[in-house]
């Protein structure tokens, strides 16, 4: 009977004892970061010594204003410049995520996608050192490809971090060798409840914070990049206009960006455009989608934004409200029911931009409302189309229904959004808003409905030093 004891003694370790085994195992790994194609031995070297180096380097900050074109410069020496600082400035901001990569708390770092992640990002650095510093049409048609394949390879990161976390949940779930009486003592009654994720990985959330708001940048910077090129190269002639990569226009004409900037941007546009998105999804994945009334207010004037990042913030706020309204009302319900999704825009005298999101989803318990600003925290429930495993995200939570863990990554993508599944949406659209020095707040009527706000002054962001 003693010795019984002892043996399940020895087995029952607490949850810090484990989360303590893990940063060890990851401390005493040297960093893997891959191969870096067609590279010699010398020049691996030499771009390990760059990395090291520009870890240390610190990232310059940059506004809307700065990456547009300045008065009296030509568009031929805007974009050279804008291509030179780029090159100068995002093997920085890559280095600099590799690092924060390799210092993620709890084990994360070993966690394979988070290490996968990690070598991607060098093998980024590698490509963008291999280049020579831009001054030509010929040196700027050499980097637009390799600014494309660094988009594409990043394009799945939230996903790479979401495995590494449910990798970390499942690691850390009560089984023969953690005390279970840990979470009884807490008041829980298993290691995915809600409310302890939150509460006992405060490191984590930081991080992952700062790490997306970082990438915001980072991704920005290269997109906008890419879409100045082919802009001046398709006007001039020396890049064909098939070459490149554009994003949609968001019911804009696509000649009155510059970049992804469009200076006179009409939200109901975007937000219609978002509208027609994710009413597509919907229709793909539950077979219905409920109508959604826009309405506008305030003076009719443009504004200057980046309507991508709008766009992502609204579908995001969307798919959240459709799929509550769908899972309240039943397809049918959904489908003919009135007002059970509406967005409110209005643009004030000084240009400050207010969004609006109701919906009549039955809302989310008041005990659950602080946990939508987690990333470690879902109710979504994988679907099915196409025989195929489909998984559809939803940070809002129907206050009927009950939280459910994320399963693993399907080998097939999501048609949502890259991170669908694992409850990003909203801490995302909390990030992008942060980001451009706006706000976004959510209010819930438990049993009714949710209202989401989303703050953005762009007049301020335009002129705002981004990191």
């Keep these: 009977m003693l010795r019984r004891a002892l043996l399940s003694q020895r087995r029952c370790r607490s949850v810090e ?16 970061y891959g191969i870096c194609p067609n590279v010699t031995p010398e020049e691996y070297s030499r771009i390990y010594g760059e990395w090291e180096y520009f870890v240390r380097r610190n990232q310059s900050p940059v506004s809307i204003a700065q990456v547009l074109p300045k008065e009296n410069e030509s568009s031929a020496d805007h974009l050279v410049n804008l291509a030179r600082y780029v090159y100068h400035e995002i093997p920085i901001r ?33 490509a963008m050192r291999q280049l020579e510093t831009p001054s030509t049409t010929e040196d700027l048609v050499n980097l637009l490809p390799v ?33 279970p009486h840990l979470f009884h003592q807490s008041g829980l009654t298993r290691a995915r409840d809600k409310g302890w994720w939150l509460s006992n990985f405060p490191r984590l959330q930081t991080f ?10 980072t991704r920005f910077l290269i997109a906008h990049l890419m879409e100045v090129i082919i802009q001046e190269g398709s006007k001039e002639g020396w890049l064909p206009p098939d070459k490149g990569f554009r994003y949609s226009s968001f019911g804009h004409d696509i ?73 309240k009302h039943g397809r049918f319900g959904a489908q003919n029911g009135s007002g059970l999704i509406t967005v409110t825009v209005c643009v004030s005298e000084n240009k400050k931009l207010t969004i ?16 939508t600003q987690s990333y470690l925290y879902t109710t979504a429930r994988p679907a099915y189309a196409d025989n195929s495993a489909l998984e559809v995200k939803c940070s809002w939570e129907n206050t009927e229904g009950t939280p459910h863990t994320a399963p693993p990554l399907s080998s097939v993508p999501c048609a949502a959004s890259p991170f669908a599944g694992y409850g990003y949406g909203l801490p995302i659209t909390r990030c992008i808003s942060s980001y451009f020095g706006g706000q976004f707040e959510l209010i819930s009527q438990e049993g009714l409905g949710t209202s989401a706000y989303i703050y953005l002054d762009p007049v301020l962001a335009y002129n705002k030093n981004l990191q």
């Design 17 to 32: 004892e484990r989360l303590l085994e893990l940063e060890t195992r990851v401390s005493s790994l040297q960093p893997m």
């Design 94 to 126: 890559l280095a600099h995520r590799g690092r924060d990569l390799d210092r993620l708390p709890y084990g994360l770092s070993h966690m394979e996608p988070v290490r996968e992640l990690h070598r991607s990002y060098f093998q980024s650095f590698c």
């Design 147 to 179: 600014l494309r394949e660094i988009l594409a390879r990043h394009g799945r990161t939230l996903e790479h971090i979401a495995r590494g976390i449910y990798n970390l949940k499942q690691a850390l779930r009560p089984t023969a060798d953690i005390n």
């Design 208 to 217: 992952l914070n700062t790490f997306n708001e970082s990438r915001i940048g």
């Design 255 to 327: 000649d009155t960006f510059t970049g992804l900037v469009h200076k006179d941007m009409d939200s109901s546009r975007v937000i219609t455009h978002s509208i027609d998105q994710v009413s597509k999804e919907a229709e793909a994945v539950y077979g219905t989608a409920p109508k959604v009334i826009l309405n506008t207010h305030g003076i009719n004037e443009g504004i200057p934004f980046v309507p991508l990042y709008l766009n992502t913030m609204m579908t995001e706020l969307l798919k959240n409200s459709m799929r509550a309204v769908i899972e």
């Design 356 to 371: 609006r999101v109701d919906d009549k989803g039955g809302g989310i318990r008041r005990s659950h409302i602080d946990l």
